[in-house]
């Protein structure tokens, strides 16, 4: 989906600062299973941090001919990555560089969303996958034929 317009995007602290002992479960579970040529003797178990932040887009789209708002959470593996990286980098003042990235620099490509929903929340669609290929200026093309 691609949006007309970005908003905003909303910063919430997440609902709780930890896995649930549910959901360490199945991280560690999943890990554990290991891949089909993973030596299992070798790999390590680690967990996931969890980011204590949730990320929500506010924006617009143009359905029928009529301007709509809405408001997605965002569960895009490279926002989390983006947030813990300019967290390491910057500390305390991590917000200015990673709304730069989130609200500047990514709508200004060709910014699209890949929206799905999870298995806990089948009727909640969350912005699974953030798409942003560089725009690209309008070309005059020949004739095929001269």
Not at 20 to 45: I, P, T, Y
Not at 115 to 137: E, K
């Amino acid at each position: 989906m691609r949006p007309a317009h970005i908003e905003a995007l909303d910063i919430t602290p997440a609902q709780s600062s930890d896995w649930s002992e549910e959901e360490r479960k199945k991280l560690v579970q999943m890990q554990a299973q290991g891949g089909l040529f993973d030596a299992s003797d070798a790999k390590a178990v680690t967990t996931l941090k969890k980011l204590p932040f949730e990320f929500h887009y506010r924006y617009e789209c143009i359905v029928d001919g009529e301007v709509r708002p809405y408001r997605h959470k965002i569960v895009d593996w490279e926002a989390g990555a983006l947030f813990w990286n300019v967290y390491w980098q910057h500390g305390k003042a991590w917000e200015q560089p990673f709304r730069a990235k989130m609200e500047a620099d990514l709508p200004s490509k060709d910014l699209m969303f890949l929206m799905g929903t999870i298995h806990r929340f089948p009727d909640q669609w969350l912005i699974v996958s953030l798409l942003y290929p560089p725009r690209v200026a309008p070309s005059s093309q020949g004739q095929l034929f001269g």
